[in-house]
Nanobody, 119 residues
Framework: VQLQASGGGLVQAGGSLRLSCAAS????????IFWFRQAPGKEREFVAG????????RYADSVKGRFTISRDNTNDTVWLQMNSLKPEDTAVYYC?????????????WGQGTLVTVSS
């Protein structure tokens, strides 16, 4: 599975962005999809995940209530809607895929997209 993340950019605190993760070259509909992020000087961290059916989602505590993950298996795309953005959300965001929902290190990764939140 090849993954392509997009939608990053510069936004003011309190604003919104929607990231997209487009998949190709594999059975997207049977893979769980995840978003991770890595801020400058920090380790990569889990942000959100969605099961291959779309019925199960989970979020990091730091984004619960502000971010929403969703998917469209018809169009092989996953979105991360990010609202009420904070400067601490600034990071490179990566989408990833794995057949195992509980994984902490997915098998497939896309390139990142940079999100910058100004105060």
């Amino acid at each position: 599975v090849q993954l392509q993340a997009s939608g990053g950019g510069l936004v003011q605190a309190g604003g919104s962005l929607r990231l997209s993760c487009a998949a190709s070259g594999g059975t997207f509909s049977t893979h769980n999809i995840f978003w991770f992020r890595q801020a400058p000087g920090k380790e990569r961290e889990f942000v959100a995940g969605i099961s291959w059916t779309g019925r199960i989602t989970r979020y990091a505590d730091s984004v619960k209530g502000r971010f929403t993950i969703s998917r469209d298996n018809t169009n092989d795309t996953v979105w991360l809607q990010m609202n009420s953005l904070k400067p601490e959300d600034t990071a490179v965001y990566y989408c990833a895929a794995d057949r195992t929902y509980a994984t902490r290190n997915p098998d497939y990764w896309g390139q990142g997209t940079l999100v910058t939140v100004s105060s």
